[in-house]
Nanobody
Framework: QAQLVESGGGLVQAGGSLRLSCAASGVNFNPYTMAWFRQAPGKEREFVAT????????YYTNSVKGRFTISRDNGKNMVYLQMNSLKPEDTAIYYC?????????????????WGQGTQVTVSS
C-alpha cells in the first residue's frame, strides 16, 4: 500500500523557517516525480514545488522562489521542503504528492499519491 506521510508543520513567526518532511513507503518512489502543494482556507490547492525523479530538476511557483527548497533522499525514501523567510500568506495545509511522470507537474491531477497534509501557520 503506497503511503505518503508529512510532518514538520507548525506555528512560526514571519521571517522564520520550517522544514517539512514526507516519508514515502509501499512503492519504489525513486523514479517518481515528487511535489509539494498547499491549500489555504477557502482556496484551491496550489502547486508549490516539484522535483522530478528520472532527471532531477526542481521547479517552484514564483511566490516561493528563493525562499523554499525541495529536495529528496532516495535512500531514505524522504522528500523535504525547506521553507525560509516565511510570510503570513504561506499559511496553509501543505501536501506531499507523487506521480509517475517524466517532467514537472503543476496540477493536482498530475499526481497519483497524496499525503494527509501538515498545517503551517505563519503569524505576522
Amino acid at each position: 500500500q503506497a503511503q505518503l506521510v508529512e510532518s514538520g508543520g507548525g506555528l512560526v513567526q514571519a521571517g522564520g523557517s520550517l522544514r517539512l518532511s514526507c516519508a514515502a513507503s509501499g512503492v519504489n518512489f525513486n523514479p517518481y516525480t515528487m511535489a509539494w502543494f498547499r491549500q489555504a482556507p477557502g482556496k484551491e490547492r496550489e502547486f508549490v514545488a516539484t522535483l522530478s525523479g528520472v532527471i532531477p530538476k526542481t521547479y517552484y511557483t514564483n511566490s516561493v522562489k528563493g525562499r523554499f527548497t525541495i529536495s529528496r533522499d532516495n535512500g531514505k525514501n524522504m522528500v523535504y521542503l525547506q521553507m525560509n523567510s516565511l510570510k503570513p500568506e504561506d499559511t496553509a495545509i501543505y501536501y506531499c504528492a507523487a506521480g509517475q511522470r517524466i517532467g514537472p507537474g503543476y496540477y493536482p491531477r498530475d499526481y497519483r499519491y497524496w499525503g494527509q497534509g501538515t498545517q503551517v501557520t505563519v503569524s505576522s
